[in-house]
């Protein structure tokens, strides 16, 4: 165990495999025997494709809770999944420990997040409220890494009028200084629960929102946004009531299988170090089919990461097949994998960036492509 390793120890709480497993244990082809878990002692994670981390803090959705077990609630579901991919290693580190104040639990889980990332892990949170997203980008910072950032939720949270944290932590991300944010893309807001003055204000800013209906159409175009953005981050207010019933927000969003392939997504990317899962109250779920429901998000991630692991560098040009081709003027290269399939395209300045197989038809009409537009412009 590194020095590193050792000293965010004291801001993490081991796991109870044996409350997880309600005593019964887990068999041999169940993930929960393939996991490396803080329980005893600090796992080595040297070998993980990505390490788990709880933090049930809800003080800043107003719901009075410092911590809940909804980490762990989500645990005993996963844990019971059955090991499908054998060459991706999970490590789960147990549950950031709650501050006296909400800050104090935002520092810790930044701490425990940077130092992971600093290990070159892909980290998981399991919230919490949604404005741990807050420390979760505070990781970065810490690091003054500009990024991307995607965000799946119902409601792009800058209400303004609102004093919680979990309503309008998104004013400090997309607009605080020092800022880190390269680019915002926010995945599936359900027009109802916005004013159109806040979706105008966004794309002034040369962000991009997706509306849930329009995803859904063509949930394939959030793979290259997803692609491209380091910090993820999910709210099951996103997933629809009947899929997510903990979800008291709207009855409508994306179904389970939807949020499933968003999740896909975020593990086939390279670029994606930091997810987080958010908006779980264990009380409000029926039959835990919520926690269900995420446990399969996280048995996705890791189908995601093993296609990921696939892929050929784009520097080995003869894994992909090359499209080049003139639209407005302007003379730019496709790259396609052999191996996944996925689509690349070449800005200006000669660097590549995640695109959509619809981009590419898009510029063989000799058009210019909104992704690569918006691209150009933040370049």
């Not at 794309?203 to 929102?209: A, T």
Request: glycine share 6%.
């Amino acid at each position: 165990m590194s020095l590193q390793t050792e000293s965010i120890i004291d801001f993490l709480d081991p796991i109870n495999i044996a409350m997880i497993s309600n005593d019964e244990g887990f068999k041999d082809s169940q993930l929960g025997k393939h996991i490396a878990v803080f329980e005893d002692e600090f796992p080595d994670i040297s070998q993980a494709d990505f390490v788990i981390v709880g933090c049930g803090e809800m003080r800043g959705a107003g719901v009075g809770l410092t911590s809940t077990n909804a980490p762990d609630a989500i645990r005993a579901e996963y844990y019971k999944l059955f090991h499908w991919h054998t060459q991706v290693n999970v490590a789960d580190i147990g549950n950031v420990k709650s501050g006296a104040t909400l800050e104090d639990t935002y520092a810790a889980l930044r701490t425990v997040v940077a130092e992971l990332m600093d290990q070159k892990k892909k980290v998981v949170i399991l919230g919490g409220s949604h404005d741990i997203t807050t420390a979760q980008y505070q990781a970065y910072g810490s690091k003054e890494r500009i990024i991307d950032v995607a965000c799946v939720d119902a409601r792009i949270d800058l209400d303004m009028d609102s004093v919680l944290p979990a309503d309008n932590f998104l004013v400090e991300m997309l607009t605080g200084m020092p800022n880190y944010l390269k680019h915002y893309s926010h995945i599936g807001f359900q027009s109802y629960f916005m004013h159109p003055d806040m979706l105008e204000t966004i794309d002034k800013l040369g962000f991009d929102c997706y509306r849930v209906g329009k995803v859904k159409e063509r949930i394939e175009e959030m793979e290259p946004a997803i692609r491209n953005s380091e910090l993820f981050s999910f709210d099951i207010a996103a997933i629809q009531h009947a899929h997510a019933p903990a979800n008291r927000l709207t009855p409508n969003g994306f179904n389970g299988e939807e949020a499933c392939t968003l999740m896909q997504y975020a593990g086939m990317s390279n670029n994606c170090d930091s997810i987080g899962i958010y908006g779980y109250i264990a009380e409000q779920d029926e039959h835990a089919l919520t926690a269900k429901q995420i446990s399969h998000m996280l048995w996705y991630l890791m189908d995601g990461i093993h296609k990921g692991k696939e892929e050929a560098s784009l520097d080995n040009k003869s894994e992909f097949n090359e499209f080049t081709m003139a639209f407005a003027e302007v003379e730019t290269t496709f790259l396609q994998s052999k191996r996944t399939g996925r689509w690349w395209m070449q800005l200006h300045d000669g660097k590549y960036v995640a695109c959509s197989h619809f981009d590419y038809i898009i510029a063989s009409n000799n058009e210019i492509p909104e992704r690569w537009f918006r691209a150009v412009e933040r370049s």
